[in-house]
């Protein structure tokens, strides 16, 4: 405590300045007893909310102390904490500025938990900024539709196996020609193309493919708009197209960098 010669008076509670009007007006003992009946603010000590609150926020501080038998007590305060409160004012011990810290956190924790229970991450979220809960509930739902698309795959080869009749040679032989024919009935350079380069590829082994130019255009903008589908495509073995690591040599030909580049400008001229 500390008494001015105007008779104003400054208190302190555990470090914390009291935020009253003390005076010394109606003597010491009046002065004492009005300390006496104060009732500190306690702060936020709830287990839960402190898992939520910053360090060193904008509207509030933690405080982290070591007790007698060495557990740690932390505390969660308004950066305008009264350091009093006003009696009957609330049941829990509180100033006025703490208890509005107690209900951001409390609002914090339940955005928290309403996203924990969340599985979808948008694919532009960075991951940092997603919680570990939520990562780990994620990947669970990947790893068994990973699981369920590989049992899928292992059923349509087997039924391939199975049921699937496979050709002599002269009938293939027979089917080429007949495409071969049927090839010269078709009016658009660019389905001419594709067919010529299905032909072509599809004999040989992925390493060996050579592509055209619009093969490869057309490539990118299907895997631009779903690399999903476009990777289940390259694994039934349905059209013979380039792999993505030829579609990555493509896209990133110029490595990014920060600021102008002048590599990029020329590509665009």
Not at 65 to 91: D, H, I, M, P
Not at 242 to 265: M, R, S
Request: hydrophobic share 35%.
């Amino acid at each position: 405590m500390r008494i001015h010669k105007s008779e104003r008076v400054e208190a302190w509670l555990d470090g914390i300045k009291v935020d009253s009007t003390l005076t010394l007006n109606g003597g010491i003992k009046r002065l004492l007893l009005s300390v006496q009946s104060m009732i500190q603010c306690k702060g936020v000590t709830e287990a839960d909310l402190q898992d939520v609150a910053d360090v060193c926020g904008e509207g509030h501080y933690r405080i982290i102390s070591r007790l007698e038998n060495n557990e740690l007590k932390s505390v969660v305060r308004s950066r305008k904490c009264a350091g009093v409160r006003v009696v009957g004012s609330s049941k829990l011990l509180l100033c006025n500025q703490c208890r509005a810290t107690r209900k951001t956190l409390e609002k914090r924790k339940s955005r928290r938990v309403k996203s924990e229970q969340t599985t979808d991450i948008s694919a532009k979220t960075p991951l940092e900024r997603v919680a570990k809960a939520k990562l780990i509930s994620a990947l669970k739902v990947q790893r068994q539709t990973t699981k369920d698309l590989e049992q899928k795959i292992r059923k349509i080869q087997n039924d391939i196996k199975t049921d699937g009749v496979q050709l002599s040679q002269s009938m293939h032989n027979s089917l080429m020609e007949v495409f071969t024919q049927k090839e010269n009935d078709i009016d658009s350079e660019f389905h001419k193309m594709f067919w010529a380069e299905q032909k072509k590829n599809f004999g040989r082994k992925k390493k060996s493919r050579r592509w055209h130019p619009s093969m490869i255009k057309l490539a990118l903008t299907l895997h631009s708009q779903s690399p999903a589908a476009y990777r289940t495509l390259l694994d039934t073995g349905l059209l013979a197209l380039p792999g993505e690591t030829t579609l990555h040599d493509y896209t990133n030909y110029i490595a990014p960098k920060q600021g102008f580049q002048k590599e990029v400008w020329m590509e665009t001229q």
